[in-house]
């Protein structure tokens, strides 16, 4: 059976190498396709006529078009760009085919409204996206409060915040924070506090996790800027005291200002300025900060985002 | 030995001519490219999208049908049929008979596309009512079609192999649908974790890709075709074709034919 | 050289859901056929033969053992070059012509393009389908499809052929004609080896006989030593209607029509036989002896337990 020995190497040989090889220029194909699939998501002008399409297999396709999506913003977001054109297409293709995937819908509170390079910037079609979303659902309260989280944070429009919250509270099993924001809206519009309890709602509700790492990440943020406040503050209190800025924590400590070394969310120790400044010791870890950045310092173009716990 | 792949490779080649239902699908793709230009007059604008889109849809799915099919009928059949036995009776080796089925098959199927094709460029000729310059990326969608019907043969002739008519035809198909969504395939592998990742991704790597040679939207949008996705492209059909006929060989040299 | 040379073949199959029980479709195997031989392989449906012949042309792998043909391995495309198969119940492509398909096998079997068409011509000719060419296949009866099948085993002058049933759906003349070309070929020098599950044609035509039947090879050898075997009775006719008492003593199976007994008893016992015929003034026709026909020794090797090669076998 030499013959037959023989046409099995040669075969297998071939095999091998041919399977090397479709791997490799798949590869090669990839890159030069980047999004090519993607794009023509913006020649679909008429998701409903998608659906009609799709044979009624329309929840497949939906959780597809999904899947495109989050993978567009993970490699957009990664690679530091300033336009995430097919977000919201894709967004809307989604809910379109499946009205009840509301995590879409928190995608688009979370990602297709702010501002680049954290997301793409368009909050009015964000919250077009919402309204969609609550005509399809009108119980579910998630979707009312991802209205009232792009009016606050994007929008700036404290009274449709506060709309949106109100009605969101009205809803069967609503998170009972909502009536809690819309009550609060009037004297804290603005603040930190507010900005805490949103992301905090944001964090515990979402099932999602680049949405509770979004969250978890503004949280940080916010408690960096007020641990900062709060210890430059102090700096300039001794300053008043004692006609100098303070070279270290101990000193503060010393004085009975403070107790222990004042640690960041991360769990390291905040750097004391000679000008009585609080710095992080690792901006990058924390993006969203306002304050605690080192002079001079510029935010990486694509923030970093640690993953939740 | 070239001389008997040659021979069988024409006679497979004979053989499909002769089989009518090549015909008939031929004549229903051609039906539905005179359709597109029907609809296509809805609007005034959109008659040439329409007309591409349709026309290389309908190449591409009734292709595929006539790829499967022909490719089952030529060798599961022949196979189950035993019209086999007085083949390899002769001094004709094992591989040379799948080899040489493969080319008679691309021949049919490259012949076919070319007539389906002509009935898309008659249809465009008649809404543009002259050939512009945007058509030459329709000629490279067509290739690029044909690239995708030598895969799906190739790989109809692997499960042929070993599996039986209607098996053979299922698995081909499957792997149709599976390979115009490789790229989502990789997307979600992507997403997974741990061993599952692993398998995820060695599957989508493994189905073929025929979401890449899918270009008919960006064609009937009058989007060029970059030059190298064309060369990656036919390196990656030759190469995913080759390792389905020697997978079919592999096969083919050891089995116990009924 | 042998023209077949068949060591130790052996066919088992695991069948069953764990694939534990093995069947065997065919036992170790040994047999040898001359070159110029015409060999039959006899034995009920599923006794082995097609098995066999699958196996030697290399359509079915064995288990164990090994076959040569020409001193060749079973794979080897020079062999295959020089012998030629027709399969039980052929089936072909339906939609070339006889004339397309016996061209196309040509081509494969490496007929000269020169001398193809001459062949082919020639070829239809013998078997008997002169005029239909040019008719697709699909249009053939069953007796035209075998006979093209034949036309297809012989086109290329192969020195070994192989059939498996070739009388299968031949009315009784085309069963003669078939008959008759196989004696021609061996009268060309060709080697035949054929299988059957019809005696008479079997017992016409073959130099040697093997009978197959349950996968095992129960008895070989050359039909006039098989027919003239062992049984040794005679057959004693004689005028009258009366049977003397020492023959019936002699253990005589008699026959008695209107003035003539027949009487069947031992060899051993012919000549007390006739002795007692001769006393008892009793008119005797004729002493015949018995043989036995390839039916009977065939019948006798079905039964369970003749396991054993036969006479002549050649080892």
């Known amino acids: 059976m030499s013959s037959s020995r023989w046409v099995t190497v040669v075969f297998s040989v071939f095999l091998a190498i041919s399977l090397i090889a479709s791997v490799l220029l798949q590869r090669g194909v990839d890159q030069l ?41 993970g490699n957009k977001h990664h690679d530091g760009a300033r336009r995430f054109d097919l977000l919201a297409p894709l967004l ?49 309260w998630q979707l009312y409060y991802n209205a009232g989280f792009i009016y606050y944070m994007e929008l700036k429009d404290y009274a449709g915040a506060a709309k949106a919250f109100a009605r969101g509270a009205q809803v069967p099993n609503a998170h009972p924070f909502l009536a809690i924001l819309a009550g609060k809206m009037a004297e804290h519009a603005g603040d930190r506090q507010m900005a805490r309890m949103m992301w905090g709602t944001s964090y515990q509700t979402t099932k999602d996790v ?16 007020e641990d900062v406040t709060n210890l430059e503050a102090l700096t300039a209190r001794y300053q008043q005291q004692t006609g100098r800025f303070p070279s270290s924590f101990s000193e503060l400590e010393a004085a009975g200002m403070l107790r222990g070394t004042p640690r960041d969310p991360l769990g390291q120790s905040y750097k004391l300025m000679p000008d009585g400044s609080v710095d992080l010791r690792t901006p990058d870890d924390f993006p969203f900060i306002e304050k605690g950045m080192p002079a001079g310092y510029e935010p990486p173009l694509s923030p970093k985002i640690l993953p939740s716990d | 030995m070239n001389s008997r792949i040659a021979h069988i490779a024409s006679n497979t080649f004979r053989e499909a001519v002769r089989d009518r239902v090549l015909y008939n699908l031929i004549v229903f793709a051609l039906l539905m490219s005179a359709a597109a230009v029907v609809v296509g007059q809805i609007s005034i604008d959109i008659e040439r999208l329409v007309v591409i889109n349709l026309g290389l849809t309908a190449v591409s799915l009734f292709g595929m049908v006539i790829a499967i099919f022909i490719g089952i009928g030529l060798v599961s059949k022949e196979i189950e049929k035993r019209t086999l036995y007085t083949v390899l009776s002769r001094p004709v080796r094992r591989w040379e008979f799948i080899v040489g089925k493969f080319f008679g098959l691309a021949g049919t199927l490259a012949v076919n596309t070319f007539f389906m094709a002509i009935g898309v460029f008659v249809a465009l000729l008649y809404v543009s009512h002259r050939f512009q310059k ?46 115009s969504f490789a790229e989502d395939l990789r997307g979600f592998a992507g997403m997974m974790h741990g061993a599952t990742r692993w398998l995820a991704t060695g599957a989508a790597y493994l189905v073929p890709n025929f979401s890449a040679l899918n270009v008919i939207t960006s064609v009937a949008h009058a989007q060029p075709v970059s030059g190298q996705l064309v060369l990656y492209n036919s390196a990656y059909a030759l190469v995913y074709t080759a390792m389905a006929i020697c997978g079919a060989v592999l096969v083919f040299e050891r089995r116990n034919l009924k | 050289m042998a023209a ?68 060749m391995e079973v794979d080897d495309p020079r062999m295959k070059a020089q012998i030629g198969f027709l399969p039980e119940q052929p089936y072909f492509y339906d939609y070339l012509t006889a004339r397309e398909l016996l061209e196309y096998y040509g081509q494969l079997s490496g007929v000269e393009a020169k001398q193809r068409s001459s062949r082919v011509n020639e070829v239809l000719q013998r078997v008997g389908l002169p005029d239909v060419g040019g008719v697709q296949l699909r249009k053939f009866s069953k007796g035209m499809l075998q006979r093209v099948g034949i036309a297809q085993a012989i086109l290329h002058d192969p020195k070994v052929v192989f059939f498996d049933e070739p009388m299968s759906g031949l009315d009784p003349m085309g069963r003669r004609e078939v008959r008759d070309l196989m004696a021609q070929l061996k009268v060309e020098g060709k080697t035949v080896f054929f299988s059957t599950h019809i005696l008479s044609d079997a017992e016409a035509l073959c130099d040697r006989v093997g009978i197959i039947h349950q996968g095992e090879l129960r008895g070989v050898g050359a039909v006039a030593d098989l027919t003239s075997s062992v049984h040794g009775k005679v057959e004693l006719v004689w005028q009258g209607t009366t049977v003397p008492a020492s023959l019936r003593a002699l253990g005589a199976e008699c026959h008695i029509t209107r ?57």
Do not use: C
Not at chain 1, 93 to 119: C, H, M, R, S
Not at chain 2, 134 to 157: H, K, P, S
Not at chain 3, 259 to 286: C, F, G, H, P
């Open chain 2, 134 to 179: 945007q058509d030459r990326w329709v000629l490279v969608a067509l290739y690029f079609i044909i690239l995708q019907f030598l895969i799906i043969t190739a790989l109809t002739l692997f499960f042929s192999s070993f599996s039986s008519p209607l098996l053979s035809a299922v698995f081909a198909f499957s792997l149709f649908v599976i390979g």
């Open chain 1, 210 to 225: 680049n949405v509770r790492a979004n969250a978890a990440a503004h949280l940080r943020a916010l408690q960096v800027d």
């Open chain 1, 33 to 73: 396709r980047t999004g090519a699939t993607l794009e023509e998501v913006l020649y679909i002008s008429s998701p409903q006529a998608l659906k009609r399409l799709s044979l009624g297999y329309d929840g497949l396709l939906a959780d597809i078009y999904w899947t495109r999506a989050v993978q567009y913003y």
């Open chain 3, 4 to 71: 077949i040379e068949i060591l130790g073949l052996e066919k088992a199959y695991s069948i069953g859901f764990w694939r534990k029980r093995p069947k065997h479709a065919l036992r170790p195997l040994d047999l040898k056929v001359e070159e110029g031989e015409i060999f039959g392989f006899l034995g009920p449906n599923g006794a082995g033969k097609t098995t066999t012949l699958k196996l030697l042309m290399g359509l079915i792998f064995p288990t164990a053992g090994s076959a040569r043909i020409l001193g």
């Open chain 3, 259 to 315: 003035d003539t007994v027949r009487a069947m008893l031992s060899e051993a016992n012919q000549d007390a036989a006739i002795e007692a015929l001769r006393r008892e003034r009793l008119r005797l026709v004729s002493v015949t002896p018995v043989r036995t026909s390839l039916e009977d020794y065939y019948l006798q090797k079905l039964q369970p337990d003749n396991a054993t090669v036969g006479v002549g076998a050649k080892a």
């Open chain 1, 92 to 140: 809307e293709i989604t809910t379109a085919l499946d009205p009840q995937l509301l995590v879409a819908y928190e995608y688009g509170a979370n990602f297709l409204a702010p501002k680049p390079p954290n997301g793409a910037g368009m909050p009015e079609r964000a919250i077009a996206l919402e309204e969609f979303g609550i005509r399809n659902n009108p119980n579910a």
